[in-house]
T-cell receptor, first 112, second 115 residues
Framework: DQQVKQNSPSLSVQEGRISILNCDYTNSMFDYFLWYKKYPAEGPTFLISISSIKDKNEDGRFTVFLNKSAKHLSLHIVPSQPGDSAVYFCAASVPGNTPLVFGKGTRLSVIA | DTAVSQTPKYLVTQMGNDKSIKCEQNLGHDTMYWYKQDSKKFLKIMFSYNNKELIINETVPNRFSPKSPDKAHLNLHINSLELGDSAVYFC??????????????FGSGTQLSVL
């Protein structure tokens, strides 16, 4: 039962363009969402997060949008750079002492 | 300085063997975790420890036994390895516990291959 779904396994974008990575969830109890970035042979690193009381959070080139009614969030990277090429994991949590639930990841390739 | 370090990075072993993966964090965090990334690429939590106390055990077989000698270390011992145990195992830590939504800091992973 996948509670967090990243339906696109991969995405290719030209350098300088916008990258949009999508994530859907099924559990309406999720109240906090995070994006992690993972390079090969490394562990995931935290990128950006958003609470369910917001619909947008921005950090430099990275913006996360949350649409609670659609149970959908997206990560926008503008402008995309070759160094952004990595696997991006969406994760979500419910209130309380429960672990993060991760999606399967989307591999982003930014082509120079 | 590596914040969360785990060893070994690669582990190839035969079915039925017992093996351990070590993890250490130098961030002063209170909570440590073991995650498993299986062949389908899902990252799933296995265990969580807070100040050496087991908080979460997510229906992991008894063959997996975590040990936390102090809050900076969380080791994973696996008995009687099976083919299905082949995966990448990630150690992680966070300052607070799960309820605080603190971000996780991950180690670089241990790729376990059971032959």
């Amino acid at each position: 039962d996948q509670q967090v779904k990243q339906n696109s396994p991969s995405l290719s974008v030209q350098e300088g363009r916008i990258s949009i990575l999508n994530c859907d969830y099924t559990n309406s109890m999720f109240d906090y969402f995070l994006w992690y970035k993972k390079y090969p042979a490394e562990g995931p690193t935290f990128l950006i997060s958003i609470s369910s009381i917001k619909d947008k959070n921005e950090d430099g080139r990275f913006t996360v949008f949350l649409n609670k009614s659609a149970k959908h969030l997206s990560l926008h990277i503008v402008p995309s750079q070759p160094g952004d090429s990595a696997v991006y994991f969406c994760a979500a949590s419910v209130p309380g002492n429960t672990p993060l639930v991760f999606g399967k990841g989307t591999r982003l390739s930014v082509i120079a | 300085d590596t914040a969360v370090s785990q060893t070994p990075k690669y582990l190839v072993t035969q079915m039925g063997n017992d093996k351990s993966i070590k993890c250490e964090q130098n961030l002063g965090h209170d909570t440590m975790y073991w995650y498993k990334q299986d062949s389908k690429k899902f990252l799933k939590i296995m265990f969580s420890y807070n100040n050496k106390e087991l908080i979460i055990n997510e229906t992991v077989p008894n063959r997996f036994s975590p040990k936390s000698p102090d809050k900076a270390h969380l080791n994973l011992h696996i008995n009687s390895l099976e083919l299905g145990d082949s995966a990448v195992y990630f150690c992680a830590s966070s300052q607070g516990g799960l309820a605080t939504n603190e971000k996780l800091f991950f180690g670089s992973g241990t790729q376990l291959s059971v032959l």
